[in-house]
């Protein structure tokens, strides 16, 4: 069998046309994945390895994406370290025991992705027999798990994240330390049960400083990925246009780009050698068909033919319309690279 076209251009491969997945492509716009968490929470659904499995292969049925991405939480880890996760309907995840100071964070369990969380991996080893598909793994970066752990939840300013990493650096550091093992042994446990690679979830990383980002996030995200072994791995974070001439020292083999970014511009910063994912803006998933299309070929040009992945800027929202996936998917489908590509980026 050839391999996949999306290992290819992980490994920076100049090909004719894009692979393409999209972030949250399993999940609440598809009927399907409704009907099965009827009567079922979300923590329920993702302990469950055979229903992982089949949420994931949902959306792999329905359109042809070169990758799919195992059906999970980035909060779970933390969960089984000890704090106390739920998910109220329509204010997102809530711990009852956020982590306030030192003693809170020695207090963390250790965790063993084996022992702690087997449904994913579980699902894995079951969608390895299933599909000739691709299946990617995923965790949450270190620091935005300390964003939520601390918080007790999500936040617009993340005020008392910001103060425990300021106030008590050597309580923040060690947390995050704690959380780079677990997650880069995760996505190694992952890596050994089937995903044909990992993507780190930097989601509020791209609410630091520059200065904050590279004394903070990014070395914990690097600590992650060196326990990494045997797969390529991507770092993604949002608002990561102010940070593109560090994000390569996160340690990942490939860089996913928010919609704010012109991809282009990302690439003659990053170097032409460091593959990217991305990065639609979701919401344009709402725009009609010729606009999508047009979107779809902008962003393909841009990135040019080696080492890209067609991906969102971030994961699709409940509301899209299917029929705007299928013709983004479609749409990177027909694309060809004629034998001279116009991208600066490609050239």
Not at 116 to 136: G, H, N, S, W
Request: charged letters at 20%; a negative charge; aromatic letters at 8%.
């Amino acid at each position: 069998m050839s391999r996949p076209l999306l290992l290819r251009a992980l490994a920076g491969e100049t090909l004719p046309r894009p692979p393409v997945w999209m972030m949250r492509q399993a999940g609440r716009y598809m009927p399907e994945y409704m009907a099965i968490r009827q009567g079922l929470g979300f923590l329920e659904l993702c302990a469950d390895a055979d229903l992982c499995a089949e949420v994931t292969l949902q959306p792999l049925r329905r359109f042809r994406f070169d990758a799919g991405i195992i059906f999970s939480d980035i909060l779970l880890p933390l969960a089984s370290m000890g704090l106390d996760l739920s998910f109220g309907k329509g204010h997102g995840p809530v711990f009852a025991n956020p982590l306030r100071d030192r003693s809170d964070i020695d207090a963390l369990r250790d965790f063993d992705p084996v022992r702690d969380l087997p449904a994913p991996l579980r699902a894995l080893q079951i969608l390895k027999a299933a599909t000739e598909v691709p299946i990617l793994g995923f965790a949450g970066a270190p620091f935005t798990l300390a964003c939520y752990a601390i918080e007790g939840g999500g936040s617009k300013d993340w005020i008392r994240t910001k103060q425990l990493m300021w106030r008590e650096p050597a309580a923040f550091q060690a947390l995050l330390d704690r959380l780079a093992d677990a997650v880069g042994d995760h996505m190694q446990a992952q890596v050994e049960a089937g995903a044909v690679g990992v993507q780190l979830f930097d989601t509020w990383a791209g609410t630091l400083s520059a200065e904050d980002l590279r004394r903070w996030a990014l070395p914990a995200a690097q600590r992650a990925f060196s326990r990494v072994k045997g797969a390529p791995t991507i770092y993604y974070t949002r608002d990561s246009g102010p940070f593109l001439p560090w994000l390569r020292d996160s340690g990942a083999q490939v860089i996913g780009l928010d919609w704010r970014v012109d991809i282009g511009h990302a690439r003659s910063v990053l170097g032409p050698e460091v593959p990217v994912q991305g990065n639609m803006d979701p919401i344009a998933l709402f725009a009609d068909e010729a606009e999508l299309r047009r979107r779809t070929e902008a962003i393909i040009r841009a990135a040019g033919p080696a080492g890209h992945v067609f991906n969102l800027g971030h994961g699709i929202t409940p509301e899209t319309p299917m029929e705007a996936v299928e013709t983004v998917v479609e749409a990177v489908r027909a694309f060809r690279w004629s034998t001279e590509p116009t991208s600066a980026a490609g050239a």
